[in-house]
């Protein structure tokens, strides 16, 4: 019976969020919809598309279960890192950015350098990697979800969660991304209200949590220092560099929305830092043997909670994880369509055709993502590693390019490839990781900046300037 009432509830939401996305799809008609919506986006949505985009199934699964491992480490990745990267690019470029008239984040790389193939495919690639973590990561964290509650086996729930988001995003672009994040905003945030009580209560309180976790929990170091200065570096410098975050800025109606929207979110995730640390530890407190974190929330809707409210948990904790799933994907397919497709394929592109080949790109990333989450079944370390080869890539050759103009187009793609080739191989190699005291996003930014700023010296200066007007070629 159980069972039954989580499958009703789970397929209710997700015909809900079907019925969301064709509604928008009436709004888009032309290729800026589908890129920015029209921006037209006001305070209340851009705020909303942006939490539940950062927020998603990384804070329900994977943050919970590194509250629950490390306790208050937890604080220093989504309290700090995420929330400081948000008000940086708020202060930092967001009324810049939003002025300008662009799409991608290789609009905006172009626009500093000066148009070139080169240049904005490898900004592209770069700036698609963390977004395919996102999407890779969210599908996962929904198949366990779904499997736990549901009896659904991993795979078909990462097919399932897959599936919707393919076919809503394809619908409305991110009109449709858009409408469903305010709904899944507010669903996720009544689940957040609702499991913390229970948990507290449960575990016999702050005093008995405090006292139950290992005491190393109770400081910002727990998983040890390499670690959470890796989260730092990756993820809040990540929040600079990320596409989807850009995005919202060009889709709000006036550079005090995108703003806002930014600050706001920065706040909201300091309150998340505090929830999921005391969260995963209160859950660490009533049951300590469970091996895989990012199984804690599964255990905890399945033995803490009624059946009834356990089913809308279920619903909040699918819409966190289709909420960043839907804003990771349209940002790749953004990527694929604006910069290959339309600048460098097919200048004359219409808007219909434009539109077509959006839809044909989501098929194959769909397919892609569930292909890559069911063989890599761990959210957190799709997550950061998608965080940590974006940044490394993009991060100097975005903000050096933008205050300093010594940098030069060449500079800015050596700066790339340094970087991303630099951390991915620290990452991917124990050997060498281990060789090296400070995390592949350290190695990765230090090889960046140092190639860009040596390859630039030795170029010609530029003379495209962040402060002349975009380039016409830039709009739809």
């Known amino acids: 019976m159980d069972n039954v009432l989580y499958i009703v509830s789970l397929f209710t939401f997700l015909v809900v969020m079907l019925l969301v996305g064709f509604l928008a799809s009436k709004k888009q008609k032309t290729a800026e919809d589908f890129y920015v919506g029209g921006r037209k986006f006001s305070t209340f949505t851009t705020t909303a598309t942006q939490i539940a985009s950062v927020f998603g199934g990384g804070l329900m699964i994977a943050h919970v279960g590194l509250g629950y491992q490390y306790g208050f480490a937890e604080f220093i990745y989504v309290g700090v890192a995420v929330s400081l990267g948000l008000v940086l690019l708020a202060v930092l470029v967001a009324k810049w950015l939003r002025e300008q008239n662009f799409f991608t ?11 070139s193939k080169s240049l904005r495919s490898i900004t592209s690639i770069v700036s698609i990697l963390v977004s395919l973590g996102w999407w890779v990561s969210q599908p996962i ?36 991304v858009a409408y469903t994040d305010v709904a899944q905003f507010v669903l996720m945030f009544i689940g957040i209200f609702i499991i913390f009580p229970f948990a507290i209560i449960q575990a016999g309180g702050f005093g008995e949590i405090f006292n139950s976790v290992p005491p190393e929990n109770l400081t910002f170091t727990a998983p040890g220092e390499k670690v959470v200065w890796g989260w730092v570096l990756a993820v809040l410098p990540g929040h600079l560099v990320i596409q989807v975050l850009h995005q919202r800025i060009y889709s709000a109606k006036s550079t005090s929305a995108a703003r806002r929207g930014l600050l706001y979110s920065a706040m909201a995730c300091v309150i998340a830092g505090v929830w999921a640390s005391l969260l995963g530890m209160a859950l660490y407190t009533i049951n300590p043997n469970i ?3 990012e199984m804690v929330i599964p255990w905890a809707l399945t033995n803490l909670l009624p059946t009834a409210i356990g089913a809308i948990m279920l619903g909040a904790i699918v819409a ?19 910069d290959f497709y339309q600048v460098i394929i097919n200048p004359g592109a219409t808007d219909k055709e434009i539109l077509t080949f959006t839809k044909y790109t989501i098929s194959v990333l769909g397919v892609l993502g569930v292909v890559i989450g069911i063989y890599m079944p761990s959210v957190l370390g799709v997550l950061v590693l998608g965080y940590t080869l974006t940044t490394s890539g993009l991060l100097f050759p975005l903000f050096l390019g933008h205050y300093w103009s010594r940098m030069t187009k060449e500079g800015a793609i050596a700066g790339m490839i340094a970087g991303v080739s630099t951390a991915l191989i620290q990452s991917l190699s124990t050997t060498i990781a281990d060789i090296f005291m400070i995390p592949a996003i350290g190695t990765g ?19 495209t300037l962040t402060n002349e007007k975009p380039n016409e070629k830039m709009q739809v």
């Not at 984040?105 to 148009?115: K, L, P, Q, S, V």
């Not at 995003?169 to 009109?175: E, N």
């Not at 190639?451 to 010609?460: E, H, I, Y």
């Open 291 to 293: 091996a895989d974190g």
């Open 141 to 176: 964290a929904a198949g366990k979800i779904i499997n736990v509650l549901t009896g659904i086996p991993l795979n078909w729930g990462i097919v399932i969660a897959a599936a919707i988001v393919v076919i809503y995003t394809m619908s409305g672009g991110i009109i449709a």
């Open 105 to 115: 984040t290789a609009d905006w790389m172009c626009h500093t350098y000066g148009e």
């Open 320 to 338: 966190a994880v289709i909420s960043t799933a839907d804003s990771a994907i349209h940002s790749a397919t953004t990527s694929i369509t604006r």
């Open 445 to 463: 930014l230090a090889a960046s900046f140092i190639a860009m700023v040596t390859v630039s010296f030795l170029t010609k200066p530029r003379t």
